[in-house]
């Protein structure tokens, strides 16, 4: 008994796969998030902005950067950074997913994120701060330890890098990280009036530009506030008390519970690339890949051992 | 090699001290401004944990902070749902027909209009007493770039009458009380522009 626990111990101490999926999720999310503007990037960041560049300019502090300050201080064809961005931007991307180079493409990635997102700071939203953050792990983590170009290239490197590494407890401190996360979100939402008599809830179903893709029919709820007062509480304990998905048995459900609020969000507030961003964060964290991997390809069990 | 587990111990723990403190700072900070709006300032000059945090906006953290997305706080839709604006824009041939009506510039994926919403919410500044603020400003160049991507796109248009209205929606105590209330559009700016109004890059 001691036995197997011990060796199971050894076992998630040496499991990397969470970084795995996190390192080709994001890769993956912030090369669609990229091509899912590109055709408005000279309405948004470009040379045609909506709100000129020198105008957004004067709010970004001194210190960081910004394709409109680095096209100013080269003197470069805008064209031509353009090309070279995108160019770099997919090569940074690609390698990502690939885990070639790992770290430097993050950083890369990372860089050129800020270029453009700090270009224009007023069209920036939730979402652009998590990539930002989740890319910032990515510069640092050893997500290219197995299933990597680089685990192919340095064998003997990645070799030490894993016997060493505990990966158990980085997990965990990604897991801190979403707990502090989530428990401000929630807190902040508690501390507003109108998130515990339903009003916020119904406010963010109303408002004139959400539920535009999928048109649900939501005007009924008014005769039934008792629902959206429900709600307003369920989303504060569910992110408020987020650190209740460690105990074992909470875990399913908690994470069923998480991610079906940032559905909702999907749905309702059409904020696709911000919900996605915060499943792939909350799987990183608690998902669980191992049961994933042994399970048949039944996909109910798969899902219900998997959250086990 | 060695202490590789400790170097993500230290970097972590940098992460958790700093998300906390812009967070502390961030909660104290719109809460305050929300439900204190009058005597914010002198409010949160007092508060001992909000100056605590206070380190979080020198140079150096301010940078890393910037660079690594952690300058964000995670309150978000907090503490309370914000109000919407919508925008309307009627542009008009020479001989005054009306040919095209629009709430935002034609823009060819549904992200990129997620992202300039996320920029209405200045529009609040146009209750703002100041005339001559730089933000009220800000807001005029925004609507006037709204406005003349509008314009810029109808071959035939020679000027677009831009409006812009705050949203209300009635809320669930407002329905109890009067259950067929309808959304209330409160106009808080009016403006229109010519093709020559435009800026020289955009010509």
Known sequence: ?308 | MRYINTFYTFVFFVIFILTISVNTRGTIKSYTQFYKADKADSILSKNNLFNATLFIEKEPISIFLSYTGLETGFGFFAPNVASEYITEFKVYSEDSTLIKTSNFPHLKRKESITRIKSAYLMFEEYFNDDKDSLRLKKCNIFLKGLALRVLLDEEKGKYVHSKVYLYHHPLLGQLEDEPEMIPIYTLIKSQKYTKDNAWKHLK
């Open chain 1, 1 to 308: 008994m001691l036995g197997n626990t011990l060796s199971n111990k050894v076992n998630l101490e040496h499991k990397d796969d969470y970084l795995v999926f996190f390192r080709m999720a994001i890769a993956l999310f912030v090369g669609i998030h990229f091509i899912s503007i590109y055709q408005d990037l000279p309405y948004l960041f470009g040379e045609e902005a909506l709100i000129p560049n020198k105008v957004t300019d004067i709010y970004v502090p001194n210190y960081d950067i910004s394709l409109y300050r680095f096209l100013k201080i080269t003197n470069l064809d805008p064209a031509f950074a353009w090309s070279i961005l995108t160019f770099l931007f997919g090569m940074a991307v690609l390698f990502l997913l690939l885990g070639f180079l790992t770290q430097p493409s993050a950083i890369l990635l990372l860089l050129l994120h800020l270029l453009l997102v700090k270009t224009n700071v007023f069209f920036n939203y939730g979402v652009d701060y998590f990539t930002s953050i989740c890319l910032f792990f990515l510069c640092f983590l050893p997500s290219n330890v197995s299933m990597s170009i680089d685990s192919l290239i340095f064998k003997t490197l990645m070799k030490k890098v894993r016997n060493k590494l505990n990966f158990q407890r980085i997990r965990v401190y990604l897991q801190v990280f979403m707990v502090i996360s989530y428990f401000f979100s929630g807190f902040d939402k508690l501390l507003g009036h109108n998130w515990r008599n339903g009003e916020s809830i119904w406010k963010t179903l109303t408002l004139p530009y959400s539920n535009l893709d999928f048109n649900i029919n939501l005007e009924w709820l008014v005769n039934y506030q008792w629902i959206m007062i429900g709600m307003g509480w369920s989303v504060i304990i569910v992110e408020m008390c987020y650190f209740l998905i460690n105990i074992e048995t909470l875990k399913k459900y908690w994470l069923i519970a998480i991610i079906a609020m940032h559905f909702g969000i999907a749905l309702v507030l059409n904020l696709y690339f911000f919900s996605t961003i915060m499943i792939i964060l909350n799987l990183t964290a608690y998902y669980n890949f191992e049961a994933a991997k042994h399970s048949p390809i039944k996909y109910p069990k798969l899902l219900t051992k998997a959250l086990n």
